[in-house]
């Protein structure tokens, strides 16, 4: 893993080689993992490290991309846009990700 990357497509390409290989998505109580079939709540995952990245050609097109390992051990990547996650997310979901976003 590197300290930053030049592209959110080479990131998540070094990372999965790094062996984050699930996507993640946002849902009400935590993440899921379509291909695990498999939900987490936000207690039972950390957040291990973010990358931040704007876009070239308009400073609102920004994203984040976390790194998050389960309690139970699966690795994997979680794209967002920022402050996207406002919606039908549970309050410690968004605690979680805000600790982060915020530094």
Same mark, same amino acid.
Request: glycine share 10%; no cysteine; aromatic share 6%.
């Given at each position: 893993m590197k300290n930053s990357y030049s592209s959110?497509?080479?990131a998540i390409e070094d990372?999965?080689?790094h062996g984050f290989t699930e996507d993640f998505n946002l849902v009400g109580e935590g993440i899921e993992s379509k291909n695990?079939? /498999?939900?987490?709540?936000? #207690?039972? &995952?950390?957040?291990?490290?973010f990358y931040r990245f704007e876009g070239m050609t308009?400073?609102?097109?920004?994203?984040?991309?976390?790194?998050?390992?389960? /309690?139970?051990?699966?690795? #994997?990547? &979680?794209?967002d846009a920022y402050g996207a996650?406002?919606?039908?997310?549970s309050p410690e979901m968004i605690?979680?990700?805000?600790?982060h976003h915020d530094e």
């Open positions: 959110l497509s080479v990372l999965q080689n695990l079939k /498999k939900q987490w709540k936000a #207690g039972e &995952l950390d957040i291990i490290k308009d400073p609102g097109d920004n994203t984040i991309l976390y790194l998050i390992e389960t /309690k139970d051990g699966a690795k #994997g990547l &979680l794209v996650y406002q919606g039908e997310i605690q979680k990700l805000k600790l």
